[in-house]
T-cell receptor
Framework: SQKIEQNSEALNIQEGKTATLTCNYT??????LQWYRQDPGRGPVFLLL?????KEKRKERLKVTFDTTLKQSLFHITASQPADSATYLC???????????FGSGTRLQVQP | EAGVAQSPRYKIIEKRQSVAFWCNPI?????LYWYQQILGQGPKLLIQ????????DSQLPKDRFSAERLKGVDSTLKIQPAKLEDSAVYLC???????????????FGQGTRLTVV
């Protein structure tokens, strides 16, 4: 069955450094992959979409890569700030164009 | 633009009791989703509506969960009877249509945190 894996351990980095989060998936070939941010007590907020034919996508300090051969997406936040501290979720379209399936998320903590 | 509204924000019930959650999506959004998010996990789809019709309820535990969207706008999710393992945050999300959700993301409400004791 479709499986999405994100590092369950929290990622702690210093302010100003680049944070890199990983999303791996198996048993599926999604046409779209999304990244969301979730703050405590809030619902996820959409950040970026990348399509299967796109290798890389950028938005301000965010960069997403999508390697369909490795079945992996990397999410980068450059010049990280304490305000970037949150849980980041990757999501793939479900099998047969069904609703989004989410990974378990990785918590990022940016230390000042 | 008003976001997705959910109520209540918090609910504590005893096991075997019933509970209902309400969601009002963004105006004009035809697609509505209910997700369950257990602590430390990602959201898991329970049911997807397109207007007032069910598109996907394959992961809804139908022996105890039910949902409706009678007029194709707001929606109610019910659990009866509740079990301890139902303790989670119940998130409602909406999008213009399913394709739009894939292209521009779904919009989520703040969720209802349910604790079953």
């Amino acid at each position: 069955s479709q499986k999405i894996e994100q590092n369950s351990e929290a990622l702690n980095i210093q302010e100003g450094k680049t944070a890199t989060l990983t999303c791996n998936y198996t048993n599926y070939s999604p046409a779209y992959l999304q990244w969301y941010r979730q703050d405590p007590g809030r619902g996820p907020v959409f950040l970026l979409l990348i399509r299967e034919n796109e290798k890389e996508k950028r938005k301000e300090r965010l960069k997403v890569t999508f390697d369909t051969t490795l079945k992996q997406s990397l999410f980068h936040i450059t010049a990280s700030q304490p305000a970037d501290s949150a849980t980041y979720l990757c999501a793939l379209e479900g099998t047969g164009r069904r609703a989004l399936t989410f990974g378990s998320g990785t918590r990022l903590q940016v230390q000042p | 633009e008003a976001g997705v509204a959910q109520s209540p924000r918090y609910k504590i019930i005893e096991k075997r009791q019933s509970v209902a959650f309400w969601c009002n999506p963004i105006s004009g959004h035809a697609t509505l989703y209910w997700y369950q998010q257990i602590l430390g996990q990602g959201p898991k789809l329970l049911i997807q509506f397109q207007n007032n019709g069910v598109v996907d309820d394959s992961q809804l535990p139908k022996d105890r969960f039910s949902a409706e969207r009678l007029k194709g706008v707001d929606s109610t999710l019910k659990i009866q009877p509740a079990k301890l393992e139902d303790s989670a945050v119940y998130l409602c999300a909406s999008s213009l249509d399913p394709v739009d959700a894939l292209l521009t993301g779904a919009f989520f409400g703040q969720g209802t945190r349910l604790t079953v004791v």
